[in-house]
């Protein structure tokens, strides 16, 4: 159980156009989700936390504008970024909350790889 | 600022023996600290959960200390196999929120 999906597992787009990557929860409902940016060799940085039916909270640094999150279910968040250029290209992870346990055990997708031309 | 260590160089173990990786952190005050299981082009994997009023947790093969007076938590692999190369994050949580360390990479070599 506790299983996270994410769509596209990778994209390849061009400079200025938005790319959308979708997180899922299969087998259970997920009140929080998170997303993750990862660079070669770095450790996640977290983006966003994503709460179904209200505004994400972004971290600092982070372009709310540029990278539009939308959790419009229990089941599925989306992250889209915005004219993207190639310093978005990176590996995107989401991650999630099973709000039926009682402990703050993060399940994560497989993650997304961006490259932008 | 909050920091997070974990040793960025890769870790050569020999398969059979126990491997020791090692999370320190500054200025931070966790509640709970887990550690992750990360292959190549993944997602990290969920391994062990410990709370700041616990010393050691296990789990198999695993065993995770925490010592809040130190800021440090170690991680161990007995009888370490091939199929644990992989990188190890550490992550400390408050609430729902978790900050990962850097992690560090472990080969075990047959």
């Known amino acids: 159980g506790a299983v996270v999906s994410q769509h596209p597992s990778w994209v390849i787009c061009k400079s200025g156009t938005s790319v959308k990557i979708e997180c899922r929860s299969l087998d259970f409902q997920a009140t929080t989700m998170f997303w993750y940016r990862q660079f070669p060799k770095q450790s996640l940085m977290l983006m966003a936390t994503s709460n179904e039916g209200s505004k994400a909270t972004y971290e600092q640094g982070v372009e709310k504008d540029k990278f539009l999150i939308n959790h419009a279910s229990l089941t599925l968040s989306t992250l889209t970024v915005t004219s993207a250029h190639p310093e978005d290209s990176s590996f995107y992870i989401c991650s999630a909350i099973d709000r039926d346990r009682s402990y703050n055990e993060q399940f994560f997708g497989p993650g997304t790889r961006l490259t932008v031309l | 600022s909050q920091k997070i260590e974990q040793n960025s160089e890769a870790l050569n173990i020999q398969e059979g023996k126990t491997a020791t990786l090692t999370c320190n952190y500054t200025?931070?005050?966790?509640?709970?600290l887990q550690w992750y299981r990360q292959d190549p082009g993944r997602g990290p994997v969920f391994l062990l959960l410990i709370r700041e009023n616990e010393k050691e947790k296990r789990k198999e093969r695993l065993k995770v200390t925490f010592d809040t007076t130190l800021k440090q938590s170690l991680f161990h692999i007995t009888a370490s196999q091939p199929a644990d190369s992989a990188t190890y994050l550490c992550?400390?949580?408050?609430?729902?929120?978790?900050?990962f360390g850097g992690g560090t990479r472990l080969m075990v070599k047959p």
């Open positions: 200025n931070y005050s966790p509640a709970y």
């Open positions: 992550a400390l949580g408050a609430g729902n929120m978790l900050t």
